[in-house]
């Protein structure tokens, strides 16, 4: 049964609202990119420096840190799993979770229990909804991701690590995340955050080549222990930058898709209600000329 002209029109408003929120939408988060980029470039020469340091002290000394050094058979392996808050964002969390699910099924294969961690209230959602235990989770700054989350998130993780599989810690920590690639590109990746793999250079010094002399104070374990957990919470801090681009591209992607299809929904309403005004003129026009031919016709039959 065909929708009447007043349906079309309510629909039409109905759906032109919604274009203007999406249109909103897509506007708010194209400009939250540009700054999530630059944060996310601000923060790479730290993280530079910070990588050249922790690698000169770990190549340069005998040091057996706990960070780096492989448990035997390990048994319990924690996943980071970097969602979103909020949802419009296409396949964004989706596709993280999916990713996060994959790793599991793999550690599980090699006979690890799995621990979840997770950032983001649509992770959270995701693991009450199937009732899973989480070890932990925080919440509300999926966009805007700032040092402080993730020196905390780091602290979490590093004590669990540190702590006896016996006591409930880990063996392993594993980060899923979502790689900003580009703007129309967004890949969920998977690293594994600790133990801390240091990897040295395989082709050896040149003879001339006069290799730096390290002098550690107080020493290169002391040095160490300050180092690192600053490591691992810069790259936590990279890899909440990166899934944050790459939440806005994605909300930007999918309201200018939901703004397109809004477009395309409003000019069909606008042909169907222009049609069905069209029908009702004619159909008034129809009754007006057969009342006139009633009217006559029975004016010359008196």
Not at 107 to 119: A, D, F, I, N, S
Not at 132 to 139: F, L, M, N, P, Y
Not at 214 to 225: M, N, R, W
Request: aromatic content about 6%.
């Amino acid at each position: 049964m065909p929708a009447s002209l007043r349906e079309l029109r309510q629909r039409r408003t109905t759906v032109s609202t919604t274009k203007k929120i999406t249109r909103a939408m897509e506007l708010i988060a194209a400009s939250r990119i540009i700054k999530a980029q630059q944060r996310a470039k601000a923060a790479t020469p730290y993280a530079r420096e910070l990588t050249r340091a922790v690698s000169a002290v770990a190549t340069y000394s005998d040091v057996d840190h706990p960070l780096t050094t492989e448990k035997p058979n390990p048994k319990r392996a924690a996943m980071l799993l970097i969602t979103s808050d909020r949802g419009l964002a296409g396949a964004y969390s989706s596709s993280v979770i999916k990713e996060g699910e994959s790793l599991s099924t793999l550690l599980r294969g090699e006979g690890k229990e799995v621990v979840p961690y997770l950032t983001g209230r649509k992770a959270a959602a995701y693991y009450q909804f199937r009732r899973r235990q989480v070890a932990s989770k925080w919440e509300g700054f999926s966009d805007a991701p700032t040092y402080t989350e993730a020196r905390e998130i780091a602290d979490t993780l590093i004590s669990a690590f540190l702590k006896p599989t016996e006591e409930g810690g880990v063996d392993e920590i594993h980060v899923v995340y979502t790689r900003f690639v580009s703007m129309l590109v967004q890949r969920p990746e998977v690293i594994r955050m600790l133990p801390l793999e240091v990897v040295e250079g395989e082709e050896p010094p040149a003879e001339s080549e006069v290799l730096p002399l390290y002098e550690f104070e107080p020493d290169a374990e002391t040095v160490l222990d300050e180092l690192l957990p600053l490591y691992v919470a810069s790259r936590i801090q990279y890899c909440l930058l990166q899934s944050a681009a790459s939440e806005l591209a994605s909300r930007q992607k999918a309201m200018k898709s939901a703004t397109d299809n809004a477009q395309q929904l409003i000019e069909r309403l606008t042909r169907e209600a222009n049609q069905a005004r069209q029908a009702e003129i004619t159909q008034e026009i129809s009754e007006i000329v057969g009342g006139a031919s009633a009217l006559a016709e029975a004016t010359t039959k008196e």
